[in-house]
């Protein structure tokens, strides 16, 4: 660090060595035979000859800069991290409720296990903008192309960190990262050595997580775990149970090798069963009436990833991924079952000085089997989907300092849906200084139609009847529905004055085209001993939008013992249907993502042992779905009585004992959020 | 009388050296004693047998400046065998060396390194935080001004390297990003 210091220094410094040439003269003068050679070497040659202890009782002129690695300052996007650390002090058990801390994110608890999250707006229940992934496994089912999240769990102590970048990460992802990528990143199987018993309880939920690492000869790792969350019902407006209670157990492993030759292997898998109830309508067409009724979703799964990464010099490597992913989702009638076989390769060298490419190629297959219902079908039952594609990125370091650099990349994918779909991307870094750095972006990213968008029939809705003969409106996919677009234009800037105090901010515009709608089609009458009209509305991609938005986010921690963090989220979205849709319902989605977001969190250790933290939340009102804004208060207090046991009282949704976040739009009824307390002991051994 | 003169001369000489020496090394650069750090390190490090010269090479840069050329030469760990002193560039082969210090422009690089080093003798060292639970054997660090290093004995281990219970009693152990 360039200063006063330094200067001083190098003064005394010169000071010094010349009274000891003045004092070398004289002894010259004195004897005869001169003084031993290592007298005349430099300093740093006499350093040497100092003994460790003794090198370690001096003190250095010039503390250094702090290097920490600046991974996340350098990076061209809207990224954010949640690290083990922010997710052990959240007291939170679930992934998605994790997300809610990132700053720009849209995330609503709408009953027990479903949520709607997504970034930069179109907010849903069924949100298919973003791409989410395990140690790169993807999350989300090619059936809607987004997560069942009541299926979805992972050992919260085990997750190194979540990624959460916001915009468009087609160029490297591939399809469907139109608003958004989110990476759950797991630990290395060496950093979980030894055993953990966690497990809590409250009036809401009860879980509980056994896991063990240990070593496997030299050279490998592997951990083990087991775990089961049990959630209670949330209430109805009335103060009724809402039947949406959810129940998962899991088990599974993850074993790391690092082998000679630059070679690293990951094997890893889990198995999971979970059923979560919901309330759905029956219909009945003797007379036309609609019911609500209780169901189960049971879901069945598992995966098994491998992963081989080979560093063939300090600056090049390549890593080969294959995974395996089976789940079986049914409830009622429906029956849904999917194998996916997933293959990735990316290489990564640098090119001279000022070349870091990256480009891969990927290959996935995946197959449904739908038992058809007269409620849900697809037709075809069966279908086995292909996608193939590779990528590259090139970061180029634009002038001498590499302060600035250039990023172009692209992805070209096929579908078996919409053929050939090209995502590239641009991005500018520019690092001012060691402090900020200001970054902008343009992209094109798509989301490809799913297999409910081009093959589904979903009955939804009873309307009046017509001549005694009920009316029945049913969704119906179309093979020919095209994919989604957007063109994104972001810029950020990033400061970080000190490693306590960062400040993020980002806009963005996007322009998407050819949303997709929902068109009436002409009613047909089903002949049968209770005949019926069904009503279609099918998909059509009559419709473009605008959304732009501004996400600001801060981190000060003005000593080690208290920190805060804050963020806002401004978001405008203006939604346009063709003017040949007839689909009046695509407007009021603008209204389904709050206009205004604020967080604030705030962390107190007032003691080595003890560690406290509140969250507050601002979510605006939902306009579309009658959901009155909110403010939202989580708190948690951790106590380590040993270095190995640590107890939390963790509380929730702490200023409303029930209150709405999103409203079931699929659903006859609408849950609300309850306040909940969750104390938890964790032991590790 | 003249050589009993001669003796006293050397010994105030030598003595007037040593305080004139002292001072200046209160407030030696941190690079200048890094190298020196390194240097002593590799005498209590025990290499596979039929290792090579003890190979210094410096990767990202040369962060120590003239004091790394001043460690070209020195007998290291005993006076038959001569240190080696090689700046490398991005991307050329480490497993010539013996030591390798990865300074801090070629972090992103980490990974990579402590991949190709593994069961190939060299060890690795650093002076970034964070480097050692990453996987570098030796990583310094300041505290009060102070240098101190800590060491990834598992890695090390891995590594092929035996090190000396007396470099252990002075270093921070650390292991992988271990959960708390």
């Known amino acids: 660090m360039p200063g006063n210091a330094p200067i001083v220094m190098n003064r005394n410094l010169q000071a010094l060595r010349m009274s000891r040439r003045l004092l070398l003269f004289f002894c010259l003068l004195l004897q005869p035979t001169g003084v031993s050679a290592n007298v005349s070497a430099d300093d740093s040659a006499s350093l040497t000859d100092y003994s460790l202890e003794q090198l370690m009782d001096l003190s250095v002129a010039v503390t250094s800069a702090a290097r920490k690695p600046q991974k996340l300052e350098d990076a061209a996007a809207a990224i954010y991290v949640i690290t083990q650390e922010d997710i052990r002090r959240s007291g939170m058990t679930s992934l998605p409720e994790l997300l809610r801390m990132a700053p720009g994110m849209q995330v609503a608890h709408i009953d027990g296990s479903t949520w709607a999250i997504s970034s930069r707006g179109f907010n849903a229940k069924n949100s298919d903008n973003l791409l989410v992934m395990l140690d790169g496994r993807v999350l989300h089912t090619p059936t809607f192309t987004g997560v069942y999240w009541d299926a979805q769990d992972v050992v919260l102590e085990d997750i190194e960190r979540i990624e959460v970048i916001r915009g468009p990460g087609g160029a490297l992802w591939g399809a469907n990262a139109v608003s958004g990528v989110i990476n759950i990143i797991t630990k290395s199987a060496s950093a979980t050595q030894g055993g953990l018993v966690s497990g809590g309880g409250g009036n809401f939920e009860r879980q509980g997580t056994v896991r063990y690492g240990g070593k496997i000869n030299e050279t490998g790792n592997f951990r083990i775990y087991a775990r089961n969350i049990a959630q209670d019902n949330f209430r109805l407006a009335s103060g009724a149970d809402a039947h949406d209670q959810r129940d998962l157990r899991s088990a599974g492993f993850r074993a790391d090798w690092g082998l000679a030759g630059g070679n690293s292997l990951t094997v890893q898998g889990d198995t999971y069963a979970s059923d979560s109830d919901h309330t759905g309508s029956a219909i009945s067409l003797s007379p036309p009436s609609s019911t609500p009724i209780g169901y189960t979703i049971d879901q069945k799964g598992g995966n098994l990833l491998t992963r081989w990464k080979r560093a063939l010099s300090t600056t090049s490597e390549w890593t080969a991924q294959f995974y395996y992913d089976y789940y079986e989702r049914r409830y009622l009638n429906v029956d849904e079952r999917r194998d996916t076989y997933d293959l990735d390769f990316q290489h990564r060298f640098l090119w001279g000085d000022a070349h870091d490419i990256v480009w891969g190629a990927g290959y996935r297959q995946t197959g449904d089997r739908m038992d058809n219902t007269i409620v849900v079908a697809f037709d075809p039952a069966r279908r086995d989907d292909r996608v193939a594609g590779a990528f590259f990125q090139d970061e180029i370091a634009l002038n001498r300092d590499k302060d600035l650099h250039l990023i172009v990349g692209s992805k070209f994918e096929h579908n078996d849906y919409t053929g050939f779909e090209h995502q590239p991307n641009v991005r500018l870094r520019w690092k001012l200084d060691e402090q900020r750095t200001v970054w902008t972006a343009l992209s094109r990213a798509v989301h490809t139609p799913s297999r409910t968008d081009a093959d589904g029939l979903v009955t939804t809705t009873l309307l009046p009847a017509t001549g005694g003969i009920a009316n029945v409106m049913q969704l119906q996919g179309n093979p020919a529905v095209q994919s989604e677009h957007v063109r994104a234009f972001e810029a950020g800037y990033r400061i970080h004055p000190s490693t306590r105090a960062q400040m993020d901010v980002s806009a963005f515009y996007n322009a998407h085209r050819n949303l997709m709608t929902i068109e009436p089609a002409d009613p047909y009458l089903v002949a049968g001993a209770q005949p019926y009209r069904i009503m279609p509305r099918i998909f059509y991609n009559k419709a473009s939008a605008t959304t732009y938005g501004l996400e600001w986010s801060g981190n000060w921690q003005p000593s080690d013992k208290w920190q805060f963090k804050a963020a806002y989220t401004w978001l405008q979205m203006n939604i346009r249907r063709d003017a040949d849709s007839l689909d009046t319902s695509i407007e009021s989605e603008v209204g389904r993502s709050p206009q205004n977001q604020f967080q604030l969190h705030v962390f107190h250790s007032p003691s080595a042992h003890v560690d406290l933290s509140g969250a507050l939340y601002y979510v605006d009102s939902l306009p579309s779905l009658n959901v009155p804004a909110y403010v939202r208060l989580d708190a948690r207090i951790g106590w380590r009585i040993r270095r190995d046991l640590e107890l939390s009282l963790t509380g929730r949704n702490l200023l409303d004992s029930r209150q709405p976040e999103f409203v079931n739009t699929s659903g006859p009824r609408t849950s609300e959020v309850s306040r909940s307390l969750f104390g938890a002991a964790t032991w590790r051994f | ?180």
């Open chain 2, 1 to 180: 009388m003249a050589l009993l003169t001669t003796m006293t001369m050397r010994l105030l000489c030598g003595a007037l050296l040593l305080l004139a020496l002292t001072p200046a090394h209160a407030v030696p650069s941190e690079y200048d004693l890094k190298a020196a750090f390194i240097f002593q390190i590799a005498k209590f490090v025990e290499w596979p047998a039929g290792s090579a010269p003890p190979r210094l090479c410096v990767l990202g840069g040369n962060p120590f400046g003239a004091a790394l050329e001043a460690l070209r030469g020195k007998p290291s760990p005993s006076p038959e065998r001569k240190m080696e002193v090689t700046l490398l560039d991005m991307g050329a082969d480490i497993r010539e060396c013996s030591m390798l210090f990865i300074a801090s422009p070629a972090e992103r690089h980490l990974e990579r390194i402590v991949a190709i080093s593994r069961g190939a003798g060299i060890l690795t060292i650093g002076d970034t935080e964070g480097f050692a639970k990453r996987g570098a054997m030796v990583n310094f660090y300041l505290e009060n001004g102070k240098v101190r290093f800590e060491i990834n004995l598992d890695v090390a281990r891995q590594g092929g390297l035996k090190i000396s219970s007396k470099l252990l009693s002075l270093a921070r152990i650390v292991d992988f990003q271990q959960d708390r």
